[in-house]
Structure formats: C-alpha cells, structure tokens
C-alpha cells in the first residue's frame, strides 16, 4: 500500500508516524550443498600432480638397450635322432609320367587340361550419353527385325483399310455415273470454278480489310460481336477457297 503525502500545512503531518519494517524471505539453501562441496575437493586431491610419483622406479642399471623392445621369433629345436627314424613304414613310389591317377585323385596335368576353356564372351552392351548401361540387343540399333518371317509384308490392317477405301471410291464412282445419267448432277467446267475461287478471294480481301480497320480496343458488345461475326465470315470463306482450289472436279445439282 503507498503512502499517503499531504501538503506542507496539514495538520496530519504533525501526528507521529509508524515506522513498518519489511522482513525478507530467508535465503534458499540447497540440502545437496555439503555434498557438492565434498565431491569438488574430493575431485581437486586426485588431479595434483605435484611430489615424487608413487611408482618403483628402475635401477639406472636396467635401462634400454637397443633392439630390446622388438619381436624375436622362438628358437629353432632340432628333432632327436630316435624321432627321425622312428617311422618304419615305406611311402609309396612316385606315379610315372603314363600312369593314369585313381578316381577322386587329380594330378597337376588334369589341373591344366580342366582350366585351359573358352572363356565366356562378354555381352555386347550399350552405354548413352548420361550414363545409362543396357544390352545391345535390347537398344534398337541391332537390325533383329529383318530375321522376322514377316518382314516386309505389307499388315492385315493396312490392306484390309485400302480394300475399305477402293470399295468407298467404286461406290462414289457408280453414284456420279448413275445420277449422270438421270441428268440430276452436271459437271462444273474450270473457267467456272476459276470465277467462283476469284470471287471468294474477293470477298475475303474485302472482309479481311474491313477487319484491319476495327478499333483494337473492344470495350462495347457491338465492337466485339462485329469483330466475332467478321472472323466467322473470313473462316467460312477460306474452307470454301481450300475446298475449291483442292478438288478440279466438281459436280453441281441440276435444278
């Protein structure tokens, strides 16, 4: 709680104050501390390293003589002579050069002969440019498909499509005969078809420069719908000028 000030001409300033003394906590001790203490000093002893070591020290006579620290190998014992001629038993004697060797017995010429074989050829293998390793065989630059019994035949699939598109072509031919001669279809002649191509190109040149001059900012319908109807126009008419300029003959219905 703060304490209350009052002006200099208070009466309350004459009344005798209470001075409240403020006691602090006690100071935290750690139970553990004797045991810290006594570990550290007990830590301190085994780390001095001053006086005379606690170790036999040698004599100055035994000191270290060259060669005395390196490995000797144990001595060489002779056999008696009773243990030499101990063995009564004769070995048998040594096999000649024509003699074949027993079964389960290989001799150093047999060695020979089983280890001089062909060597295995390698796989031919091969390696791209990042590093990738694969079998020759499996890379595609071995022509193995000129083995095939069918090589060079024309597929089933192929020659049953082109037998589909003569059929379609005598059918379309027979069509075009038959309505010749009911005079419901006439042949269109070039210089007409010439006339007709100069037309549409015509009208294209004319829409394409009407289409140059539109505003190239679109911000009402009425521009963009111009614009969309002037591009169908110009589209219609250069399937209509491929169609024509594709095909030199062209049938008309006779009306």
Not at 13 to 35: A, G, H, I, W
């Amino acid at each position: 709680m703060s304490e209350v000030v009052y002006p200099p001409e208070s009466v309350y300033n004459c009344l005798p104050k209470t001075e409240v003394l403020t006691q602090k906590p006690s100071r935290y001790m750690s139970k553990f501390r004797q045991t810290v203490i006594l570990e550290e000093k007990a830590n301190k002893e085994t780390m001095r390293t001053m006086g005379p070591a606690k170790v036999e020290v040698a004599s100055p006579d035994q000191y270290t003589k060259k060669h005395l620290k390196e490995p000797k190998l144990a001595k060489k014992t002779h056999p008696s002579k009773e243990f030499c001629h101990s063995c009564t038993v004769k070995k048998p004697p040594v096999p000649a050069r024509t003699d074949n060797p027993s079964l389960g017995i290989h001799t150093k010429r047999d060695f020979i002969k089983t280890t001089t074989l062909v060597p295995m050829k390698p796989q031919p293998t091969c390696v791209d440019s990042k590093g990738h390793k694969q079998r020759l065989e499996n890379s595609g630059l071995v022509p193995k498909y000129l083995k095939k019994k069918d090589y060079g035949e024309v597929p089933e699939y192929l020659i049953q499509r082109n037998e589909e598109k003569q059929r379609d072509q005598e059918d379309y031919e027979n069509f075009v005969k038959d309505q010749k001669e009911q005079g419901a279809i006439k042949l269109m002649s070039d210089m007409e078809r010439q006339a007709l191509l100069a037309d549409l190109k015509k009208n294209w040149d004319k829409l394409h420069h009407e289409y140059q001059g539109l505003s190239l900012v679109t911000d009402t319908l009425s521009k963009k719908a111009h614009k969309e109807k002037l591009e169908a126009a110009m589209k219609q008419l250069e399937e209509d000028i491929d169609l024509f300029e594709k095909f030199k003959t062209i049938y008309l219905p006779n009306h």
